[in-house]
């Protein structure tokens, strides 16, 4: 998941994210303003998530630009947790937020190992917590 935090981290100052995970998931909170669920796609493909979005803009008639810094366009591409599954991916739009859920692989490829202690090192301390001596 590092890939995925540092592409985020790498992302203009004007994208403002969150990036969630629970034991069964991951939740990318991405703001999009002025985008609708028809202007929006997320497809995951070869491991990677690419998100490109535009933003509605209507003008009221005898308007114009002058300036405009709010980018019409989002174009991301971003690498996909290697825990995560685009299969049961959901994605939602609601007033300019994206949110975009991405289950994890069941039976992960990691697998917990039990620590214990050495029982010869358990054996060679007596009740004081002293090595034992002979003689």
Do not use: C, W
């Not at 209507?58 to 299969?87: C, I, K, M, Q, W």
């Not at 991916?89 to 949110?99: I, P, T």
């Amino acid at each position: 998941m590092s890939a995925l935090r540092d592409a985020l981290r790498d992302l203009s100052d004007a994208a403002f994210f969150d990036l969630l995970e629970s034991d069964d998931s991951y939740l990318l909170v991405l703001d999009v303003p002025g985008v609708a669920a028809e202007t929006i796609d997320v497809v995951v493909e070869d491991g990677r998530i690419r998100i490109e979005a535009r933003r509605q803009k209507d003008l009221p008639g005898e308007y114009h630009y002058l300036e405009e810094n709010r980018p019409l366009f989002l174009d991301v591409d971003l690498p996909l947790p290697d825990d995560a599954t685009e299969s049961n991916a959901e994605a939602s739009v609601d007033r300019g937020v994206l949110e975009l859920t991405l289950p994890k692989r069941e039976g992960s490829d990691r697998t917990p190992i039990d620590v214990v202690s050495d029982p010869e090192d358990s054996a060679a301390e007596d009740v004081d917590g002293d090595a034992d001596e002979d003689g």
